[in-house]
Structure formats: C-alpha cells, structure tokens
C-alpha cells in the first residue's frame, strides 16, 4: 500500500507543474498513467470518475482524487490530491510574487502569449483522450466541433447545451441512437 500511495503521488506531482489552462490540460495524461501504465482502472472506468468530477460542485480537477480513490480508498485519495495540488500551489506561491514585481515587463508579455497555445493543446489532448476512452462516434465527434465552434462565434453555452440534449433526445425518440448516445 506505501508503494501505491507514492506511486498515485508521483503520478499526479509532476501534472500539478503542467496543468497550464487547468485540469483539462492534463486529462489526457492523467489517464494514460492511471489506464495504460499503472492499470489502476479500466478506459470506461475513468470516463466514469470524469463524468462524476464534472458534475460534482468544484474543480474539475478533483478528479485526481477520485483516481486515487480507485485506486487506494481514502489514502489513496488524499495521496493523489496532495501531489496534484500541493506542487503547484507552492510554486505559484513564488510564481505569483515574481509576477506582481514585474508589472508590464517584456518578459511576463512574452510568457502570456506563449503559455495560451500551449494551454489551448493541452486542453485540446485531454478531449481526444476522453473521447477515445468512451468509444465515442462520429455523432459525438460532429457534435463536439458543433459546438465548439456555436461558442467560437460568441453563442451561448446554455442555448448550445439546450440544441445538443433536445437534438439526442429527439434523436434517441426516433430510435437513431440508444440511450446511452
């Protein structure tokens, strides 16, 4: 058990230094290590535990210590949140203090525009990840991009989320898809 406790540590302290553009950023990895290199979950599994993060109150990040739940109860829990968030908190502890002493500096503009396109493909990874682990078709790819591009143009995400459940549901009505999408 120390061994998996430190393993789901190690696993989640590195991300806390990557997680550029939040949780997202880092899904993809998160799920190649706790599915494909430690086998603490299956590719359904994992969708799952995201499923729950997401509608659960908080940051989406919090997933982490669903995984660490998974695969340690409690300790496994507290292991995982500790390396994804403690990390990262401390570094931004000094990051924050660096960054308020230099103002509009060249050096802190260049960082800005550097770090968005790298955030946006992190974030980019994590959603094919997802969508790779749940199987999912092209409905759910066309939909994605639909909507991706619905909110691109300045809609809605309540009026974009509203089109996309009346469009399955009346889909699943008519008998196009089954109920799970």
Not at 4 to 11: D, K, N, P, Q, S
Not at 39 to 44: A, F, G, I, K, L
Not at 58 to 61: H, I, W
């Given at each position: 058990?120390p061994d ?8 989640f302290a590195?991300?806390s ?9 880092i899904f993809?990895e ?8 430690h ?6 599994e ?7 993060s997401r509608?659960?109150p908080?940051?989406?990040?919090l ?7 998974q695969?340690?109860g409690?300790?496994?829990a507290?292991?995982a ?7 990262s ?12 002493r230099?103002?509009?500096s ?7 525009r550097?770090l968005?396109?790298l955030a946006?493909g992190?974030i980019f ?5 997802l969508?790779r682990a ?5 409905l759910?790819?066309a939909t ?5 591009a ?6 809605s995400?309540y009026l974009?989320?509203?089109?996309v459940a009346?469009?399955y549901?009346?889909?699943q009505q ?5 109920s799970g999408?």
């Open positions: 058990m998996r406790l430190l393993a789901l540590f190690l696993v590195p991300l230094l990557v997680s550029l553009g939040g949780g997202p950023s993809a998160m799920q190649r290590q706790a599915v494909e290199v086998h603490w979950m299956t590719p359904q994992f969708t799952e535990l995201f499923a729950i509608a659960a908080g940051p989406g990040s997933i982490s210590a669903l995984v660490g739940w695969a340690a409690f300790a496994g507290l292991a949140a500790l390396g994804l968030y403690g990390p908190s401390l570094m931004m502890l000094a990051v924050g203090h660096w960054w308020r230099r103002g509009d060249p050096a802190r503009k260049v960082i800005e550097g968005a396109p946006v992190l990874a994590g959603v094919l990840t969508l749940d199987g999912a078709g092209w759910e790819v994605l991009l639909a909507s991706a619905a909110l691109l143009r300045g809609a995400p974009v989320m509203l089109v009346l469009l549901a009346g889909l008519a008998g196009a898809i089954g999408g």
